[in-house]
């Protein structure tokens, strides 16, 4: 494939996720450590990209070893325990110059933008205010904070009216009480608390690592909150807020490295992203149906084979196929379910639906990840769905049409040319 093809295609490939980042809010956690690494620069850029695509974009920074070199300079000391500064008066100060100066070089950095597209990024208005409510985070263990904070109110209505005029919300760690003391607070914390009072679509935190690996090392690209032990977590480390912020009703964290040239990239525009994505659905549950779940599965599709957007199934053959089924329950209820049946090296996604109550909130698209997943595990090279009325879901999550001579034999000897659906493809290679 020449280099020219190549690119042609990732354009094309990454066209779904464009149009479904466009309008979204994400809140970006950039820590001290991302912003000193010398990749920072294509992050910027990145960034910068994000923006003129469309997405609405919250900035939380944090400044740790820019402090403490900063400190050390000023022959000062300070305590960390579990992870959190003590921040004392005499400290205060120098904290507060030394985030006004990152934050300064974020503005600067975010008007330099894009390489090569300068004059978008001479259009960006970066704003930051008074966020952040704070309070003190008190004694504890005997041990005085002093002017380390916790979050006490995120002031979500001047973040989302910036938002809404165009800007990039730059965000500092530190809050204020309405007396007028000045908080330092955990630059992970408040970016879990921003992401989820504006209710953002994606929180992604950039990390050391690529992301959260398994025993062997290896990335792990996707975890539910469920999956997540949080006794094995500091408090304010960024796994921690990125699964508090999704049981709290953020869509999707992410968790990618600030090293990886183009992590953020990769994770927004391709399928199977760079690095751990997080997903809710913590007291819902995504599963392999059981005979149990037969009768709920009927309730769901029944309206909906009533109304001819999907074929009818009898309660047998629901009962003899109900392991090829995957559902999502909800408190015992069947919200949503999708079935794969392999065909060699093709598998046929078929009963995707969603109980109209519990549409629009991406459980469809996870159900569609989760096909793709086992497809994969079984080895198939591509999905293909068969459908009437539904076709635009499917083409912006990456199918593609086909004519119906490209369905398996042994299926294409069942297709129903009165019901004329069309064809889909989706290829897993
Ligand atoms: C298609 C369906 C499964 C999506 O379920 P869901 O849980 O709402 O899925 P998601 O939340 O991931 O997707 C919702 C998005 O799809 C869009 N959508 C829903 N039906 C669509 C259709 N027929 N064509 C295009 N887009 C559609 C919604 O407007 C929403 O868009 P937005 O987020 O940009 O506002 C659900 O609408 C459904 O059950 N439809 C009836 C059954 C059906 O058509 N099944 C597929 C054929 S086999």
């Given amino acids: 494939?020449?280099?020219?093809?190549?690119?042609?295609?990732?354009?094309?490939?990454?066209?779904?996720?464009?149009?479904?980042?466009?309008?979204?809010?994400?809140?970006?956690?950039?820590?001290?450590?991302?912003?000193?690494?010398?990749?920072?620069?294509?992050?910027?850029?990145?960034?910068?990209?994000?923006?003129?695509?469309?997405?609405?974009?919250?900035?939380?920074?944090?400044?740790?070893?820019?402090?403490?070199?900063?400190?050390?300079?000023?022959?000062?000391t300070s305590v960390i325990t579990n992870g959190i500064r003590i921040t004392t008066p005499e400290i205060l100060p120098s904290i507060q110059q030394v985030l006004g100066k990152v934050r300064s070089d974020l503005e600067a950095a975010l008007s330099r933008g894009v390489v090569n597209a300068p004059e978008h990024s001479s259009d960006i208005t970066v704003t930051s205010g008074n966020y952040i409510k704070a309070k003190p985070l008190g004694i504890i263990e005997g041990r005085d904070f002093h002017?380390?904070?916790?979050?006490?109110?995120?002031?979500?209505?001047?973040?989302?009216?910036?938002?809404?005029?165009?800007?990039?919300?730059?965000?500092?760690?530190?809050?204020?009480?309405?007396?007028?003391?000045?908080?330092?607070?955990?630059?992970?914390?408040?970016?879990?608390?921003?992401?989820?009072?504006?209710?953002?679509?994606?929180?992604?935190?950039?990390?050391?690592?690529?992301?959260?690996?398994?025993?062997?090392?290896?990335?792990?690209n996707e975890l539910q909150v469920n999956d997540i032990d949080p006794q094995s977590l500091q408090p304010y480390e960024p796994l921690a807020c990125a699964r508090k912020s999704c049981i709290k009703g953020v869509e999707r964290s992410h968790l990618i490295s600030y090293s990886n040239d183009g992590a953020l990239l990769e994770e927004l525009f391709t399928r199977d992203g760079a690095g751990t994505q997080i997903s809710r659905f913590s007291y819902e549950q995504i599963r392999t149906a059981t005979a149990d779940d037969v009768a709920g599965i009927i309730e769901l599709i029944q309206?909906?084979?009533?109304?001819g957007i999907m074929v009818k199934r009898s309660r047998e053959l629901i009962e003899s196929e109900i392991v090829q089924f995957t559902v999502i329950a909800r408190d015992g209820m069947i919200v949503s379910c999708a079935a794969l049946y392999p065909f060699g090296k093709q598998g046929e996604l078929a009963c995707l639906a969603t109980h109209p109550d519990y549409r629009d909130n991406n459980r469809g698209e996870l159900l569609l990840?989760?096909?793709?997943?086992?497809?994969?595990?079984?080895t198939?090279?591509?999905?293909?769905?068969?459908?009437?009325?539904?076709a635009h879901w499917f083409t912006e999550r990456g199918f593609v049409e086909a004519d119906v001579s490209g369905l398996p034999g042994s299926r294409q000897s069942l297709y129903n040319y009165q019901r004329n659906s069309k064809l889909f493809i989706k290829s897993l290679a």
């Fill in 1 to 76: 494939m020449s280099d020219t093809y190549q690119h042609v295609k990732w354009f094309r490939d990454s066209s779904p996720y464009i149009n479904a980042h466009r309008g979204k809010t994400f809140v970006v956690y950039l820590s001290g450590d991302a912003i000193a690494d010398e990749n920072f620069t294509n992050i910027v850029g990145d960034i910068v990209l994000l923006n003129s695509l469309g997405v609405r974009l919250v900035l939380v920074y944090g400044a740790k070893p820019q402090i403490d070199s900063h400190l050390e300079i000023q022959n000062m």
């Fill in 147 to 220: 002017n380390t904070g916790t979050v006490r109110k995120v002031n979500t209505d001047s973040i989302c009216k910036q938002l809404d005029n165009g800007a990039i919300v730059l965000v500092a760690p530190i809050g204020y009480s309405p007396s007028g003391e000045v908080f330092n607070i955990s630059s992970a914390e408040v970016a879990g608390e921003v992401a989820t009072a504006i209710h953002a679509d994606k929180f992604i935190l950039f990390i050391r690592e690529s992301g959260v690996v398994d025993a062997d090392g290896k990335v792990i």
């Fill in 369 to 378: 990840t989760h096909v793709e997943k086992t497809a994969k595990e079984l």
């Fill in 303 to 307: 309206p909906l084979e009533a109304d």
């Fill in 380 to 390: 198939l090279d591509s999905i293909f769905v068969l459908t009437t009325q539904t």
